[in-house]
């Protein structure tokens, strides 16, 4: 309905919609009225095109904060998000109270617009694009750290599984890497699933006491190789490639070989 709406007002005044029949129809019409008609925009594309039609619907689509919008509609779980970490705002300098009140809109109308567009090109229930690393690895490579991303138990006639070198200090923590599918994701949950050695007489449960989950970046784009490495390097390299933006807290988990869902919290990922 928005490409035929929107062709039918360039067709009849020579490619500029907004002096379609002779005037622009954000001015005339009421803004409760003109809201409703830009709301049923539902790409953040459209409402990219719109802001390019003229200053008065791009100032129109900024005051009344149509990008913000937008997203909570597309992806409610931005407006659950609990911790946000702020890099390099500049400090907005304005020189009286209605500029300042101008230049929030605007900055806020490139924080969701920017939210929008990365999420809509990222959607997918699997924010886990490949394996990257491992701290340890008991046997290599038939107990690799690929095996977490197998959607079943098994891979071919034996099991699917990560297992660590194992530590003699319960202290000592053993981490796995993973890239995500998009440089902009939204984790809602991360779930893990515990080994059932069935190989081993009772069926034991191998399963960490807790988690933890961290969200960063490589230092340096020269470091990302797009190479699996889990043969066992220690948790120092890992320290040293990447810079962690989020730190969730330790979660306990259970001592069985079901799914376990931990990081109830929702928080974006750039």
Same mark, same amino acid.
């Given at each position: 309905? %928005? $490409? ?21 129809? *954000? ?7 003109? $809201? ?36 909570? %509609? ?9 911790? *946000? ?14 500029? #300042? ?14 939210? +929008? ?9 699997? @924010?886990? +694009? ?13 107990? %690799?750290?690929?095996?977490? $991303? ?7 006639? %034996? ?17 796995? *890497?993973?890239?995500?599918? +998009?440089? #902009? ?25 807790? *988690? ?5 970046? $490589? ?36 001592? @069985? ?14």
């Amino acid at each position: 309905m %928005r $490409l035929i709406y929107l062709s039918r007002m360039k067709g009849a005044c020579g490619g500029n919609p907004a002096m379609a029949d002779g005037g622009d129809f *954000v001015q005339r019409l009421v803004r409760d009225t003109t $809201l409703d008609i830009f709301e049923h925009l539902d790409d953040p594309s459209d409402l990219a095109r719109v802001c390019a039609v003229s200053p008065t619907w791009r100032q129109f689509v900024i005051e009344n904060g149509l990008c913000k919008k937008l997203c909570f %509609r597309l992806f409610p779980e931005v407006s659950s998000v609990t911790h *946000v970490v702020k890099v390099k705002i500049e400090p907005i300098k304005v020189s009286s109270c209605t500029n #300042l009140e101008w230049e929030q809109h605007k900055r806020n109308h490139k924080v969701y617009a920017f939210l +929008a567009r990365g999420l809509t090109s990222a959607i997918g229930k699997n @924010c886990i +694009a490949e394996a990257i690393s491992a701290s340890s690895t008991h046997r290599y490579t038939a107990e %690799r750290v690929l095996n977490t $991303l197998e959607p079943g138990d098994r891979v071919g006639d %034996r099991a699917s599984y990560w297992s660590s070198k194992g530590e003699s200090d319960p202290k000592v923590s053993e981490s796995l *890497v993973y890239k995500l599918n +998009a440089k #902009l994701c939204i984790v809602t949950e991360i779930h893990i699933q515990p080994s059932q050695a069935d190989f081993h007489d009772g069926y034991p449960i191998y399963s960490a006491k807790a *988690v933890r989950f961290r969200m960063g970046h $490589l230092k340096t784009r020269k470091m990302d190789k797009g190479t699996v490495d889990d043969s066992g390097d220690g948790d120092e390299s890992v320290e040293n490639k990447y810079v962690w933006t989020y730190t969730s807290p330790e979660f306990p988990m259970a001592q @069985c070989s079901t799914c376990s869902s931990s990081g109830s919290a929702t928080f974006p990922c750039i």
